[in-house]
């Protein structure tokens, strides 16, 4: 959730636990990511590994995104605890991948397993990304497709904008 911090607007993850009817919060899982009144990504999702996946949007700071120590602009990956899992590719940090706008949606291919996420972009190129442990893709130096290797380039763009702000597998396994 979003919160009044004395740098502005934060956003934080916490757990609930039902007690008597009531969600109550249990603990802070992970707390002090940038927030603001756009780009505040926001999606939560536990993976097929059992971890937990966390979409954070740049918080209108775009240079934010390439801070490997700002928690802006990422994906990141906690175990349901809150704590760091040991794999995860930058050590003792949540960030599993850098360089996103605003990602919204997350969902794991129901056969390979592979995360794909959805991300809003400027006036153009809205995006459908294959994430990638450890991986950079590339906003604000770039937008859309960079044919960089620096970078990670979209599977799929939209342009004009559609802001997706889902994702889904439909169909048979």
Same mark, same amino acid.
């Given at each position: 959730?979003?919160?009044?911090?004395?740098?502005?607007?934060?956003?934080?993850?916490?757990?609930?636990?039902?007690?008597?009817?009531?969600?109550?919060?249990?603990?802070?899982?992970?707390?002090?990511?940038?927030?603001?009144?756009?780009? @505040? %990504?926001?999606?939560?999702?536990?993976? #097929?590994?059992?971890?937990?996946? !966390?979409? /954070?949007?740049?918080?209108? *700071? =775009?240079?934010?995104?390439?801070?490997?120590?700002?928690?802006?602009?990422?994906?990141?990956?906690?175990?349901? @605890? %809150?704590?760091?899992?040991?794999?995860? #590719?930058?050590?003792?940090?949540? !960030?599993? /991948?850098?360089?996103?706008? *605003? =990602?919204?949606?997350?969902?794991?291919?129901?056969?390979?397993?592979?995360?794909?996420?959805?991300?809003?972009?400027?006036?153009?190129?809205?995006?459908?990304?294959?994430?990638?442990?450890?991986?950079?893709?590339?906003?604000?130096?770039?937008?859309?497709?960079?044919?960089?290797?620096?970078?990670?380039?979209?599977?799929?763009?939209?342009?004009?904008?559609?802001?997706?702000?889902?994702?889904?597998?439909?169909?048979?396994?």
């Amino acid at each position: 959730y979003t919160y009044s911090g004395p740098d502005g607007l934060r956003n934080r993850v916490a757990r609930l636990v039902e007690r008597d009817g009531t969600a109550r919060q249990d603990r802070i899982l992970l707390e002090n990511i940038p927030g603001a009144w756009i780009h @505040d %990504g926001g999606r939560l999702k536990f993976g #097929p590994d059992g971890k937990l996946y !966390v979409t /954070t949007g740049d918080a209108a *700071n =775009p240079p934010i995104a390439q801070e490997l120590r700002s928690l802006g602009g990422k994906i990141l990956r906690l175990n349901p @605890d %809150g704590s760091i899992p040991p794999d995860n #590719p930058f050590s003792g940090s949540p !960030v599993w /991948t850098l360089g996103h706008r *605003n =990602p919204q949606g997350l969902a794991w291919h129901p056969v390979t397993g592979q995360l794909f996420a959805t991300e809003h972009g400027t006036s153009v190129h809205d995006e459908v990304n294959i994430i990638q442990s450890g991986k950079n893709y590339g906003w604000p130096t770039v937008i859309g497709p960079a044919r960089d290797p620096r970078f990670v380039d979209p599977i799929l763009t939209f342009t004009p904008n559609i802001a997706p702000s889902g994702a889904a597998f439909a169909g048979r396994r």
